[in-house]
């Protein structure tokens, strides 16, 4: 079976090196980026299957990331996720990030387990067609 091929996109680091550092040792080949504007240099030149982005994160241009990431890879599927710290209704910037394109949202504070499910999810639905 191929390795799956990862982009994570999280301006918190602890989550983004958590994240990274867990899946990397599950056998996903992963790459973390802290911001957007880093996502779009790595974008040009890695190809990821699954890209795990921040929603409130986007670019100079105001492009969110779930459009960088469509943009530039449009065969790439998006996880988005979101945290309740900023006031806003997670819930509602989740179902957002649906209707704008991602295959699936999660809510912060995510595990590592519940990631890799949503990730095993969005696989099957790839390979399904």
């Known amino acids: 079976m191929a390795m799956t091929t990862l982009l994570i996109v ?38 990821p299957e699954i890209a795990i982005v921040d929603v409130s994160l986007s670019s100079n241009e105001d492009e ?28 509602a910037i989740l179902q957002k990030a649906l209707e704008v394109g991602a295959n699936r949202a999660v809510g912060k504070p995510y595990t590592v387990d519940g990631m890799v499910k949503v990730i095993e999810i969005v696989k099957r639905q790839r390979s399904a067609g």
């Open 10 to 47: 999280d301006h918190d680091d602890d989550l983004r090196d958590t994240l990274e550092d867990s899946l990397d040792e599950m056998g996903f080949d992963c790459l973390s980026v802290i911001s957007a504007e880093d996502a779009i240099d790595v974008l040009g030149i890695f190809n």
């Open 64 to 91: 969110s990331s779930i459009k960088i990431v469509q943009r530039l890879r449009p065969n790439c599927a998006v996880i988005a996720t979101h945290a309740d710290w900023d006031g806003l209704d997670q819930d």
